[in-house]
């Protein structure tokens, strides 16, 4: 028996840690994905092996422990958070393909761990939706990383341009953004749940401060709403310059990030922003006019991908299709 589910990974426009604190977020589904492919195990055991990202482990689910023959573990704590809810502790091997960089912001862990919980639902025969799935893959998140928002996982279970809500509704996009991005990602990896925390402590030390932030970035949201719904490409550069002061100001900016940022906007790019938690990881550039100028400025020193915005959520064995829930 084998299942196979792919998720997409994402970029946020706006909404970064602000998110968190019940503000709106505008964020993007991207043509970059993760695969998971579950078979009946070979073995007596479990594993868990990835050839891009060069590990492989064995993992206990009942005790939530691992033994790592080669590698770094690091996204094998969720995927043993996600067995740990929704297995039964059979042996099966576990197979993960990734073309996502991990620790960039671009949602690597949120679409491993949409790709394994879809897939082991589809291996138990498991009814659910859209809807049922991203909770469960958001309180994986949770977990491991004590805080965390909930958009990562949407966006990935949904895919598209989503706006998300104060009231955590999706609203998606009719239309979706033509010009080109370029995000670009350094080698220093971000930890989203530090990052998360160490906002959370500056907005308790300074609430007076940081809350007035926090409140503003959601405002350049709704104002980004604005400006993708009328394609006002001009407006939205400005709100993405705009927030990447803002999040300048939270401490989640690194010389890297902020070589980037500069360099983008010095080689043609309109606006330039971090994307994700901060503390290393991504930037993405708006570039409507030439996108080739700016990443290979950036290629100087960092790494870029191009991406587009992608339509498809999760997809179980390539369909859309899914056990209805009772």
Known sequence: MESVATAPGKTILFGEHSVVYDEPAIAGAVNKRAKIKISSAKNNYTTFKSYDLAFEAILDTRNSSYKLVRGKPGIIRYVLNALSKFHDHSP????????????SGLGSSAAV???????????????????????????????????????????STYGGLVYLSREKKIVHFDNHLEVPFVIGFTTKYSNTGKMVRNVRSLKERYPELIEPIIETMGKIANEGRVAILKNDVDKLANLMNFNQGLLDSLGVNTQELSRMVYIARKNGATGSKITGSGGGGSMIALCPNNPDKVANAINRFDNTIKVNFSKEGILLNGEETFYPRL
Do not use: M, R, W
């Open 92 to 103: 099966i091997d576990i197979e993960l393909s990734l073309n996502l960089p991990i620790g």
């Open 113 to 155: 761990t949409v790709a394994t919980i879809a897939a082991l639902f589809d291996y138990h025969g498991t009814p659910f939706d859209k809807e049922y799935l991203a909770n469960c893959a958001h309180g994986v998140e949770l977990d491991v990383q004590g805080i965390a928002s909930p958009l990562d996982t949407l966006v």
